[in-house]
């Protein structure tokens, strides 16, 4: 009796320390729900953080001043991992609300958001909105973008000289970069001015692309018409083209444009399965235009340089300088190991020690010293855009960063979501035969290995 007496003490003590640490526990597992729930964070540690908003998602997202509405139409049992997808935005920012709806159940609410099929987004900012069809971020974003945007933007190709066609789906067609408008809220359309005589009054912009024959002076007079109104026009002025839209671009524009072909010696094009013509661009100048470009590379085909004229020289005699015709700045430039080759019978010839060398600038902005809301660009090829480039690497995004600073959308400015890409692990034999060792043998027997250790301690006690 007095040996059961002496006991009772050491089991309560071991009961209450057993008390004690199952409401630690308890305690712990509510701040973690606590924290999880009003804190919501994730780790993304995939290669390409696929798991991740891109950057332009983000500065989309962070720059809502107004309510954002998305609302996922599909069955209750696609909810969790919709849920997962949109949580993403949500964390960004507390202007997006998501909205979760099964059509079978509230099939009244898709009739009044017109949607016909399961797994459609809609997404909503006061009177506009737009349909999504599949979940993921390039889509989800862009159709942000257009809402934001609001009425949809016209962008006008000149036709008639030979320039690219938005509607060619071959090598040097224009087809794709015409989707990507169309992503991004702009109506695309073409104009032969040859016949109008003008640009249209609702353009957002006007694309001179890669004009093959010479534009008539009527042509020049329209666009330079245009532009003196407050207009923003793109010109995409290869090695061939000249003419009186060259002389236009030089003497009205400020904008010089110098015979020869751009080529690059330093080989860098050989990582990229790149010739010498085609230029590899890396290096970027302070403009809003590029300011999100400097992590990724352009790729310009057969293209000339494109430069700011020189101040223009006074007259004999006079006192002052007369004032420039526009304000340009470069927009990027080749390497150092760049020069202009020349053009004989179809033959690119080069010679280092009378050839100018690099680095070269192959593109500008401008605006106009008599309308400041006037707005163009000059680049020196209108192979960079063209189907069998446009998908290089940063090459769309930096036409369509052109195309939102010519309409004053600066705010849209940014790199654009990449598309999922496909990462598999590839393992070999042994592999395979090591990671079923750990799992099928080692996890299995760690587990009894620790099991007997602690009915060892417990049974010593």
Avoid: C
């Amino acid at each position: 009796m007095p040996e059961e007496k002496s006991n009772q003490p050491h089991w309560l003590v071991r009961r209450g320390s057993l008390v004690a640490y199952l409401l630690v526990v308890i305690a712990v597992l509510v701040l973690v729900n606590y924290l999880a729930a009003n804190h919501d964070r994730s780790w993304d540690l995939t290669k390409n953080r696929s798991h991740s908003l891109s950057t332009e998602s983000v500065k989309i997202v962070r720059g809502l001043r107004h309510p954002l509405d998305l609302i996922y139409f599909d069955k209750s049992s696609s909810f969790p991992a919709a849920h997962e997808f949109f949580s993403r935005y949500e964390r960004e920012s507390n202007q997006v609300h998501v909205d979760y709806i099964d059509p079978d159940r509230h099939p009244d609410q898709a009739r009044l958001y017109k949607v016909q099929t399961y797994g459609s987004t809609v997404v909503k900012s006061d009177d506009h909105q737009e349909i999504v069809s599949t979940m993921d971020e390039q889509s989800v974003t862009n159709a942000m973008v257009r809402v934001l945007k609001g009425a949809r933007k016209v962008v006008y190709f000149a036709e008639g000289d030979g320039e690219r066609d938005p509607d060619d789906s071959g090598r040097d067609g224009y087809s794709t970069l015409k989707t990507a408008l169309e992503a991004e809220n702009f109506t695309v359309q073409k104009v032969v001015l040859a016949q109008t005589g003008k640009v249209a009054a609702d353009a957002a912009a006007l694309i001179v692309a890669g004009p093959t024959h010479a534009l008539l002076p009527a042509e020049v007079t329209a666009i330079q018409t245009y532009l003196n109104g407050g207009g923003h026009a793109m010109f995409l002025i290869g090695p061939d083209t000249s003419g009186p839209l060259v002389d236009y671009l030089q003497s009205s524009l400020d904008v010089k444009l110098a015979p020869g072909i751009v080529v690059d010696t330093s080989g860098i094009g050989r990582l990229f399965n790149a010739g010498p013509l085609m230029v590899i661009v890396a290096q970027y100048d302070s403009h809003p235009i590029t300011a999100q470009m400097s992590q990724t590379a352009t790729l310009f085909p057969d293209a000339r340089t494109v430069e700011a004229a020189p101040p223009p020289a006074p007259a004999t005699g006079a006192a002052t300088t007369p004032p420039a015709a526009a304000v340009v700045s470069p927009l990027l430039e080749t390497t150092a190991q760049s020069l202009v080759g020349t053009v004989d019978n179809g033959q690119v010839k080069v010679d280092q020690t009378t050839d100018r060398h690099g680095p070269l600038t192959l593109g500008v902005a401008g605006t106009l010293n008599s309308n400041p809301d006037a707005r163009f660009v000059v680049y020196g090829t209108p192979d960079f855009v063209a189907n069998s480039a446009i998908s290089f690497q940063g090459n769309r995004d930096l036409f369509l960063n052109t195309m939102d600073w010519l309409s004053a959308q600066q705010n849209f400015i940014t790199i654009r979501p990449p598309a999922a890409t496909n990462a598999p692990v590839n393992l070999s034999a042994a592999q395979m035969r090591y990671v079923l060792f750990i799992f099928l043998l080692g996890l299995p027997l760690a587990v009894v290995i620790i099991g007997v250790a602690v009915w060892w301690r417990r049974r010593a006690l």
